[in-house]
């Protein structure tokens, strides 16, 4: 069974940062891409950055490009999202997910069989 574990949330001014974690157990993290999404409140869940299996590769929004990085630690089972230059428009509960089909980041949330239970992020202006 597969755990994704969330953690880092919380609330910040614009421009400040934050840095999310995400810890997996259950399937061998390091053959598999990662996501982060994100969801505000009447809002689809939207994608916000991911990552191959090897860390080689990243993709992002355009919406966060250049203020959000993702990075992964595979020897620890950790994905992380380092959030700098927050807006209030980043407010969205985030969560990671599993991709066990592919190596390859994906943009498309049905691509992600496994999913976390989500941190909160609040930007105030």
């Known amino acids: 069974q597969v755990q994704l574990v969330e953690s880092g949330g919380g609330s910040v001014q614009a421009g400040g940062s934050l840095r999310l974690s995400c810890a997996a157990s259950?399937?061998?993290?390091?053959?598999?891409?990662m996501g982060w999404f994100r969801q505000a409140p009447g809002k689809e869940r939207e994608f916000v950055a991911a990552i191959s299996a090897s860390g080689t590769v990243t993709s992002y929004a355009d919406s966060v490009k250049g203020r959000f990085t993702i990075s992964r630690d595979n020897a620890k089972n950790t994905v992380y999202l380092q959030m700098n230059s927050l807006k209030p428009e980043d407010t969205a509960v985030y969560y990671c997910?599993?991709?066990?089909?592919?190596?390859?980041?994906?943009?498309?949330?049905?691509?992600?069989?496994?999913w976390g239970q989500g941190t909160q992020v609040t930007v105030s202006s």
């Open positions: 259950g399937r061998t993290f390091s053959s598999y891409a």
């Open positions: 997910a599993m991709r066990p089909q592919s190596r390859v980041p994906s943009r498309i949330s049905y691509e992600y069989e496994y």
